[in-house]
Each structure stands twice: as C-alpha cells, then as structure tokens.
C-alpha cells in the first residue's frame, strides 16, 4: 500500500467562513446632496431701474464651489444669469464676487466653508460700474493699473545676456507678483468706494512688483505717481485688501512699503 503524502496544493480547501474574512473596503461613503439657497442680486439694465435679489434652489455637495451652483443656475434654471469666469481655479482672476458680504473668487470658495443652512448671498463687487448681473466695468480698475507703469523699464544697451538678479533682491517683490488682477482688493476698499480716483491697492501691489526690482529703471517715476493725491496716501490701513486677497498677498505690507520708500526718498 502507498502512502500519500497531501501536499499543500493537494489538500481540500476548509469550507469558505465568511466571518474570518477581513475584506478591505476600498469604497468611500457617497456624498450626499443638499439643497441650498442662493440669493443673486440681479439686474438687467434693459429692463431693471434698481438691482433686485432673486433665490433660486439648487441641488449641492459640500466639495462644490459657489462657482458650480452659479453653473447650475444658470444651465438648469436661467440662462439669462450673467456672470464672468474662465479658468475656474483660480488663476484668472474673472469670477471676484461678494459671497456673503466677503470679496471671492466663486471658483475658490467651497460650500462646506459656508453656513448652507441660510441662504448664500452673491452679488457684483462695489465701486465699478454695475453692468449685468455679476458684472461689472472693469475698465477704471485697468485704467488705475496701467497707470502705475505696470512693466519693466530697463535702460541702457540692450543686454547680451539675461539680467541677473540675486535671491535676495528677487525675495523683496515676490509676493506682489502673485497678483492675478481680480480686483477683490480695491473693491472691498471703503477709500476706493467712497473716491474712485484713488488708485486703489491692486494698482499699488503692481507698482511695488516693479518699484523693488533691481532690475529696473523707473522705479522714481512710479513712486512719483503714487505720490500724488490719487496715491498711497489714500490708504487708510484697513486692511480690507488683505482679507480679501485669494492668494494671500501681504497687500497693506506693500502699500507700507512704498510709503516708506517715498519717506526714505530710496528703495
Ligand atoms: S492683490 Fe490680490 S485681491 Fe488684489 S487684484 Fe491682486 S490677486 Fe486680486
Ligand atoms: S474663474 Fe479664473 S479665477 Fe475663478
């Protein structure tokens, strides 16, 4: 008679006991949907004499941005809704709104940031024109910009190489060159709502960029401009820009900066 020895590969299988089994669930818990208010100052220069609010319901996760429930307004419930975006993450600077009484990009602020058991307020940024809607001229905003010098002026021959800059005198204007131009700044500036011929603080931010460059030429001239009345002096520290800011620019710092340079008469 032979023996035979079981192998591992021979032996039977012990019935399956699904209660011994530690099965990893990889699956996550469906989000589940609710419905928010959100409350839209409209107005339609064709038919409306004032801005009026308007609710509209709509269905929302928390990982949604404002930016999608304007989308879903505007796709599923009124076509008519006019606002600005484009690159929706925040790098565009087009969709600045006031959310809930706050200067924000749409597409940067979250739903789960926000109370959803009250309605969310949005309307057009203060101190442009209003033109539909979310809307507003952005024109005296640019116009206020381009006025600062916003661009490089180096003099001299033409280089036969790059222009050279040290860590250090790169460090002093980095911040302000994070600007994306979306006027959450200087519309939630009360001197800029009150005087529109102030400058305002993102039209400062792009001077202090170029004023600080060891690299350029017409920092006197820009500190010259913003010397006068329409100028730094304006500020009243209020700080309104910085909380507005989307990418965290130390703006009040900058606009200290460039008074201090024009006390020091030198960078
Ligand atoms: S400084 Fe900030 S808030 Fe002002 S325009 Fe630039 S990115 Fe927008
Ligand atoms: S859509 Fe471009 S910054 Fe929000």
Not at 168 to 177: H, I, L, N, Q, Y
Not at 196 to 215: K, L, M, N
Not at 246 to 263: C, D, F, N, Y
Request: hydrophobic fraction near 40%; charged fraction near 25%.
């Amino acid at each position: 008679m032979t023996d035979v020895m079981n192998t591992p590969s021979d032996a039977m299988p012990e019935p399956f006991d699904a209660s011994i089994v530690a099965v990893a669930d990889h699956t996550e818990a469906a989000p589940v949907p609710f419905n928010v208010t959100v409350r839209v100052r409209r107005f339609d220069p064709d038919v409306d004499k004032e801005p009026f609010w308007q609710d509209f319901t709509v269905e929302a996760y928390s990982t949604d941005r404002v930016l999608d429930a304007l989308h879903k307004i505007k796709w599923d419930q009124d076509g008519t809704l006019a606002f600005r975006r484009s690159c929706a993450h925040g790098v565009c600077g087009s969709d600045a709104m006031r959310i809930n009484g706050r200067n924000r990009l749409a597409c940067k602020t979250l739903m789960k940031d926000l109370d959803i058991k009250a309605p969310i307020t949005v309307e057009a940024i203060k101190g442009l024109p209003l033109e539909k809607d979310l809307i507003v001229d952005m024109e005296p905003f640019f116009t206020a910009y381009r006025e600062v010098m916003p661009f490089m002026v180096a003099g001299g021959h033409e280089p036969s190489r790059e222009r050279l800059q040290s860590q250090e005198d790169r460090a002093r204007f980095d911040d302000s060159t994070k600007c994306i131009l979306c006027a959450a700044c200087t519309t939630s500036c009360p001197v800029f709502w009150t005087d529109g011929q102030y400058f305002g603080p993102a039209a400062i931010v792009g001077a202090h960029r170029f004023i600080f460059d060891s690299r350029d030429d017409a920092s006197t001239q820009r500190l010259e401009i913003l010397n006068s009345k329409e100028g730094v002096w304006r500020c009243r520290t209020t700080f309104n820009c910085t909380e507005a800011c989307p990418r965290g620019i130390q703006i009040t710092q900058a606009i200290a900066e460039v008074k201090q340079a024009l006390i020091r008469g030198r960078i």
